[in-house]
């Protein structure tokens, strides 16, 4: 199997290069085509010669993924599903006003087995590369318009860290795409020894997903509570600073009698005081074999408000694309309806 070039650094295509006689200055020529031309092809790198070309090609694939297919919400939310093996993954795009928000997966499945989510009920059916990651942001149709991203699709971007830490440098250095940490949130549910690891390494945004302030309620629902308590999260986060540019969010999805209850709120307000932070409260999109149901709007106003009467900023999060499954939680590796890629 041929080594992908997508996903490497200047340092190494250089040394690819010359591995296929090429002078070294070529490995700045291949990060050029590849993260900033954002090339589908080695022809299409033309200031390499015809020669050189064919000994890249002969030895490398640039390891591009094209999606096998898309699909539209009437919101204007657009999933894309990317074959990763025998399994798929997907990828979505969320408009709003003049930002464009890539929903980006990080692995086939999980193996965290969160009770309420799609994905992580399929099962874990392998990590993602590095230029599996950056293919869904260089193989969409809306590549040239992306302002931000999110890694919250599907899989656990700590439980695949090496990879999702690669393909950011490659999004954040100046020979790779060139963008701010601040445009990039790695959202996790709390996998303690990557986490430490990323906090030191990254200045990324950071999402915690938390959904229930009570170990053994959590437990029921998240199992990693069980290996990562939330209040150890909570604990590690509050060691890092994060009243500058940097952020923290806590997301929080709300399950009609399960966690919305005043105790729920006094918990939570107890668990996050003092830590500068906001929280996302998040509508559960139902899913087979689940029995709750998603609390009430209005129980949600009131959980929003008495977090912010607190000093906890807390918003409620806009639900998107739930009409092609492509809202918080709905990720499975299929479309509601497939529409080949042109």
Same mark, same amino acid.
């Given at each position: 199997?041929?080594?992908?070039?997508?996903?490497?650094?200047?340092?190494?295509?250089?040394?690819?290069?010359?591995?296929?006689?090429?002078?070294?200055?070529?490995?700045?020529?291949?990060?050029?085509?590849?993260?900033?031309?954002?090339?589908?092809?080695?022809?299409?790198?033309?200031?390499?010669?015809?020669?050189?070309?064919?000994?890249?090609?002969?030895?490398?694939?640039?390891?591009?993924?094209?999606?096998?297919?898309?699909?539209?919400?009437?919101?204007?939310?657009?999933?894309?599903?990317?074959?990763?093996?025998?399994?798929?993954?997907?990828?979505?795009?969320?408009?709003?006003?003049?930002?464009?928000?890539?929903?980006?997966?990080?692995?086939?499945?999980?193996?965290?087995?969160?009770?309420?989510?799609?994905?992580?009920?399929?099962?874990?059916?392998?990590?993602?590369?590095?230029?599996?990651?950056?293919?869904?942001?260089?193989?969409?149709?809306?590549?040239?318009?992306?302002?931000?991203?999110?890694?919250?699709?599907?899989?656990?971007?700590?439980?695949?860290?090496?990879?999702?830490?690669?393909?950011?440098?490659?999004?954040?250095?100046?020979?790779?795409?060139?963008?701010?940490?601040?445009?990039?949130?790695?959202?996790?549910?709390?996998?303690?020894?990557? =986490?430490? @690891?990323? &906090? !030191?390494?990254?200045?990324?945004?950071?999402?915690?997903?938390?959904?229930?302030? $009570? +170990?053994? *309620?959590?437990?029921?629902?998240?199992?990693?509570?069980?290996?990562?308590?939330?209040?150890?999260?909570?604990?590690?986060?509050?060691?890092?600073?994060?009243?500058?540019?940097?952020?923290?969010?806590?997301?929080?999805?709300?399950?009609?009698?399960?966690?919305?209850?005043?105790?729920?709120?006094?918990?939570?307000?107890? =668990?996050? @005081?003092? &830590? !500068?932070?906001?929280?996302?409260?998040?509508?559960?999109?139902?899913?087979?074999? $689940? +029995?709750? *149901?998603?609390?009430?709007?209005?129980?949600?106003?009131?959980?929003?408000?008495?977090?912010?009467?607190?000093?906890?900023?807390?918003?409620?999060?806009?639900?998107?694309?739930?009409?092609?499954?492509?809202?918080?939680?709905?990720?499975?590796?299929?479309?509601?309806?497939?529409?080949?890629?042109?």
């Amino acid at each position: 199997m041929k080594e992908k070039l997508l996903g490497m650094t200047p340092e190494e295509l250089k040394a690819a290069a010359i591995g296929c006689g090429l002078q070294p200055y070529a490995g700045g020529q291949i990060a050029k085509w590849l993260y900033v031309k954002k090339a589908h092809s080695f022809d299409e790198m033309t200031d390499i010669s015809k020669a050189g070309r064919e000994a890249l090609a002969a030895r490398y694939e640039l390891g591009l993924t094209l999606p096998a297919a898309s699909a539209q919400s009437a919101d204007g939310t657009r999933k894309y599903l990317f074959p990763a093996g025998e399994y798929a993954v997907e990828a979505v795009v969320i408009p709003d006003e003049e930002r464009r928000t890539l929903c980006v997966s990080s692995q086939a499945g999980c193996r965290m087995g969160c009770r309420f989510c799609m994905t992580g009920r399929q099962g874990f059916h392998g990590h993602l590369s590095a230029a599996d990651i950056l293919s869904q942001f260089i193989a969409i149709d809306e590549s040239a318009q992306l302002t931000n991203a999110v890694f919250m699709g599907m899989g656990e971007p700590l439980d695949n860290y090496s990879e999702v830490s690669r393909a950011i440098t490659v999004l954040t250095s100046g020979w790779g795409f060139g963008w701010s940490p601040k445009r990039i949130t790695v959202s996790t549910i709390g996998v303690i020894p990557t =986490l430490k @690891r990323f &906090l !030191e390494e990254s200045r990324c945004h950071l999402a915690v997903s938390l959904h229930d302030p $009570f +170990p053994e *309620e959590r437990a029921s629902i998240m199992p990693v509570q069980k290996a990562y308590p939330i209040e150890d999260v909570v604990n590690l986060i509050r060691q890092y600073d994060f009243s500058g540019q940097r952020r923290v969010s806590f997301e929080y999805t709300m399950f009609a009698g399960l966690n919305d209850s005043k105790r729920h709120e006094d918990a939570l307000i107890r =668990l996050l @005081r003092g &830590l !500068e932070c906001r929280v996302n409260l998040i509508r559960f999109h139902k899913i087979p074999d $689940f +029995p709750h *149901e998603s609390t009430a709007l209005p129980l949600m106003e009131n959980f929003r408000d008495r977090l912010s009467a607190h000093g906890i900023t807390c918003t409620i999060r806009a639900s998107r694309g739930e009409d092609i499954l492509a809202a918080c939680g709905m990720l499975a590796g299929r479309h509601k309806a497939q529409n080949p890629q042109s």
